[in-house]
C-alpha cells in the first residue's frame, strides 16, 4: 500500500457509482488521517446490521486502490435529494423528512450506545445520509469514525470531518465525542427544515452559516421563515418539536446537548403525541 487509493462504492440502481471516497498516500508512505480511511470503515462496520446504517457486503484489494463494496441504495443522499441538480432533487414532504429524520436518529443511537465499542461517526452531514427505496435513512462512510471503549468520555484526534457540521468545541480540544455527532444531526436536522445548505452561497456572503443565521432569526422571534417555502400544509406543532430538538443539539456547550438516544426518543415521541 506505498501509493495507495480507497475508495468506497454506494451502488445506485441504475448502476451508476453513487459515492465514492478517494484516498492518496505520498510517495514515502506516509499517511494522512483520511488515509486510514479504508482500516477504520473495516474495522467500524465489522458485523454490523442495523436498517439505518449501511450494509457492508464485502471489499477488494490490489496494489494501487481498495474497494468497499455496499448495498444498492437508490435514491442517493439526502444532500442530492435537498440541495442537487434539478434532475436529482425531490419535492420532500413533510412526513419524508419526519422518517428521515428518526431514522438518521436510530442509526447514530444505535452508533453510540449498542455498538461494543461504541462508535464516533466524527463526519455525520447530508452527503453521508443515503435514503433505501423507501426513503428509509441510512448512515454511511466511516472513514472517520473512532471506536470508543464503554468507559472513556473521548479520543482525542486530529480535527477532521467538514465545516459547517464541526462541534465548535472540536477546534478548541481536538477531542471527538458523541456529543459532536449530536450537533452535526443538529445541522442535518436544520437543513430538513429549511432546505438550505449549511455553507450556502448567500450565507457565505453574510460571513454567517446556517447554524448561526437559524439562531438570529431565533432571537428576532422570526421563526416562521425558516421553515422550507416547499413545505406545505404541514402540521405546525411537529415542525416545531424537531425544530427545537435541533437547537438542543446545536448548544455551545456539548455538556447540554442531549443524548443521541434521548434524540431519538424525543422524535419518536413526537408522532405518538400528535
Not at 412526513?95 to 462508535?119: E, N, T, W
Not at 472513556?152 to 459547517?164: D, E, Q, R, W, Y
Request: hydrophobic share 35%.
Amino acid at each position: 500500500m506505498g501509493n495507495a487509493r480507497v475508495l468506497a462504492f454506494y451502488i445506485t440502481d441504475d448502476n451508476r457509482r453513487h459515492h465514492g471516497l478517494g484516498v492518496e498516500k505520498d510517495q514515502q508512505g506516509k499517511c494522512r488521517e483520511r488515509d486510514k480511511g479504508f482500516e477504520r470503515e473495516l474495522e467500524a462496520m465489522g458485523d454490523i446490521k442495523h436498517r439505518n446504517i449501511v450494509t457492508l457486503h464485502g471489499y477488494y484489494t490490489a496494489p494501487h486502490y481498495n474497494l468497499l463494496i455496499y448495498e444498492l441504495i437508490p435514491n442517493g443522499s439526502l444532500a442530492a435529494v435537498l440541495h442537487g441538480k434539478p434532475m436529482d432533487k425531490k419535492v420532500l414532504d413533510w412526513p419524508s423528512r419526519y422518517k428521515i429524520a428518526v431514522g438518521m436518529a436510530r442509526g447514530i443511537s444505535y452508533l453510540h450506545h449498542d455498538c461494543i465499542p461504541h462508535i464516533i461517526h466524527r463526519d455525520i452531514k447530508s452527503s453521508n445520509i443515503l435514503l433505501d427505496k423507501d426513503m428509509e435513512a441510512r448512515v454511511s462512510d466511516f472513514g472517520l469514525a473512532t471506536l470508543m471503549e464503554p468507559n472513556k468520555t473521548h479520543v482525542s484526534t486530529l480535527i477532521a470531518g467538514t465545516f459547517g457540521y464541526l462541534a465548535p468545541e472540536y477546534f478548541d480540544t481536538g477531542k471527538a465525542t458523541a456529543k459532536g455527532d449530536v450537533y452535526s444531526f443538529g445541522v442535518v436536522l436544520l437543513e430538513l427544515l429549511t432546505g438550505k445548505k449549511p455553507t450556502d452561497e448567500a450565507f457565505i456572503e453574510e460571513g454567517t452559516k446556517l447554524v448561526t443565521w437559524v439562531k438570529s432569526v431565533v432571537e428576532d422571534k422570526r421563526e416562521e421563515i425558516v421553515v422550507d417555502s416547499s413545505l406545505e400544509d404541514c402540521p405546525a406543532n411537529e415542525v416545531n418539536h424537531v425544530f427545537n430538538i435541533a437547537l438542543m443539539c446545536l448548544e455551545p456547550d456539548p455538556s447540554k446537548r442531549p443524548t443521541m438516544a434521548q434524540v431519538l426518543n424525543m422524535l419518536e415521541q413526537i408522532k405518538s403525541e400528535s
